[in-house]
């Protein structure tokens, strides 16, 4: 028993907001300019009050006119212009551009603002335990950001970022935080153990998210092809965040008797972000506890080693959906992006704050303490020539990667950032694809091959799941003595056939998704219906 306590792919549009040159920044402030000159209230208005209390991530439009695609943010120079690229719009609460029939908000210039509690005052205005709302009321401390409003003005729930809940989770602290059951860093970059690098082994995490079926076990079967060892002498592995809707069990089964890990990327991988962003506690346990109780039923995986999850998207469901892991005894989440930096970032679990900023995941980052860790994923130095190239955001999907369009640029993607951690604290390198993006050019799929070979001839370099991760960071050894490393060793050489040559084709309908026929693949015996978010095991609908 594996206990370890203590999609149809969404264009990641942002990367294509283009950044104005300084030029246009004058140009800009001209603009603003003429327009004070020329209109008269409070539409425009000076650059200070345009910027007064505003965020300074946050873009906002000088005028709802012309074609949605011009909008602002304050500098310490002044206003930055962005311009969405032509067919796009930007989309002023997503704070992103997206295709234009999306954007329903092109008549507002800004995101609705909220009204703040009052945390810091030169005196106190409440009595001990209390703390005020924006209208000045005085609420229980504890009642704040707890999900449903308590102050008369909402305003408790307005302010419940990792840096602003009043019960966020406390700073790092080495002497209560131990392994094996807590790790945290000041910064996130503190190697467990506090073992030399060169000592530390470079594990490459792989990962593939979406439905596992025909369009992609081939490739599956591809790169872990049973010939590829580790320097332990067992075979590489990976992990398989996976959606339910397509997904064929007998290959997942499969999958699971080689080895790889096979974690949760949701029930219903609904196309609607927000979704995920504010869902409740209730929406993660349907999702996520009905997925694995899908996979578990008709993968026949019984050995309690779905223990990780990943949300769709990446849209993080803040406090709700780590207490519903929690609860739940998931081990791991594998949602979180860090931005790119000089060094990456160690996974760590949250009992403490997180050690990096929220970044990107609509900002809904857990801010309480919670008994999970967090894969934290590294986002990916992109640049083709690192040393002459100017700086470019991050990307933590590789394809995301937008730049990256042949097989070459691919393979200096994955050695320059293999080099950035290998050559600093040796923080696991995550590898995340969505399957298609891999078999979109064969030339993507031999580049990762020859990457996986090179990288095999080396004596330091393990291709492992995320839960060995966690295995090794409980319990930190050295290279020289990872050979008899037993945590590593279970499916460790796997022979043998599939458990079934032919598994069942079941056609199912289900009243949840009306006119649908959908064939579910297992070695299992065919449940009644289809499996969906109000009947996860198929046998039918409860009546009470």
Request: charged share 25%.
């Amino acid at each position: 028993m594996v206990r370890v306590f203590s999609t149809v792919f969404l264009i990641v549009i942002s990367v294509i907001l283009v950044v104005a040159t300084p030029s246009a920044d004058e140009t800009l402030h001209q603009r603003v300019k003429r327009q004070d000159d020329d209109l008269e209230g409070p539409d425009v208005g000076s650059i200070e009050e345009l910027c007064h209390d505003r965020p300074a991530d946050e873009y906002f439009r000088l005028t709802t006119e012309g074609d949605c695609r011009d909008v602002v943010r304050c500098t310490r120079a002044g206003l930055k212009q962005i311009t969405c690229p032509s067919g796009l719009a930007f989309d002023i609460e997503k704070q992103t551009c997206d295709w234009k029939a999306k954007v329903t908000n092109c008549e507002k210039k800004e995101k609705p603002r909220k009204v703040l509690p009052i945390l810091k005052t030169d005196e106190p205005v409440c009595p001990e335990g209390r703390l005020s709302c924006g209208n000045g009321e005085c609420v229980e401390k504890e009642l704040f950001c707890n999900g449903k409003p308590d102050c008369k003005d909402e305003s408790d729930e307005n302010a419940c970022t990792v840096d602003l809940d009043p019960n966020r989770a406390p700073e790092c602290d080495p002497t209560q935080c131990i392994l094996p059951d807590c790790f945290c860093s000041a910064d996130g970059t503190r190697i467990p153990g506090s073992i030399e690098p060169q000592q530390v082994p470079q594990m490459i995490t792989i990962t593939f998210n979406g439905a596992v079926n025909v369009d992609n076990i081939d490739l599956y079967e591809d790169i872990f092809n049973g010939q590829r060892q580790n320097p332990n002498g067992c075979q590489i592995k990976g992990t398989f965040f996976v959606s339910h809707k397509y997904t064929n069990y007998s290959a997942v089964q499969d999958l699971h008797r080689r080895g790889h890990e096979i974690s949760v990327f949701s029930l219903t991988h609904k196309d609607e972000p927000n979704y995920w962003t504010h869902g409740t506690y209730d929406d993660w346990l349907a999702e996520m506890a009905g997925a694995r109780l899908i996979i578990e039923r008709f993968a026949n995986i019984t050995d309690g080693s779905i223990i990780g999850m990943r949300a769709p998207y990446l849209r993080v469901g803040g406090n709700k959906q780590f207490e519903m892991m929690a609860d739940q005894f998931f081990v791991y989440d594998a949602s979180i992006t860090a931005s790119l930096g000089r060094v990456p970032i160690w996974p760590y679990t949250l009992y403490f704050r997180m050690p990096h900023k929220c970044n990107g995941n609509a900002h809904n980052c857990p801010s309480r303490s919670h008994p999970v860790w967090e894969m934290v994923m590294n986002e990916l130095d992109r640049r083709d020539d690192p040393t002459f190239d100017e700086s470019l955001p991050g990307c933590h999907m590789i394809d995301s990667c937008s730049n990256v369009q042949t097989g070459e640029q691919f393979g200096r993607l994955l050695r320059h950032n293999f080099n950035r951690h290998y050559n600093t604290n040796r923080a696991p390198l995550g590898l995340h694809f969505h399957a298609s993006w891999l078999k979109s050019k064969k030339e993507y799929r031999d580049e990762l091959n020859k990457f996986i070979e090179e990288m095999l001839g080396r004596n330091d370099v393990f291709f492992v799941t995320m839960l060995q991760v966690i295995q090794w960071m409980q319990n930190p050894t050295e290279l020289n003595a990872l050979r008899d490393f037993q945590e590593w060793k279970e499916k460790c050489d796997v022979k043998g056939q599939p458990y079934c040559s032919l598994p069942n084709a079941c056609p199912l309908t289900t009243r949840e998704l009306p006119g649908e026929t959908l064939r579910l693949f297992t070695c299992m015996e065919c449940p009644n219906n289809y499996p969906w978010i109000l009947d996860p095991t198929g046998d039918g609908f409860s009546v009470k």
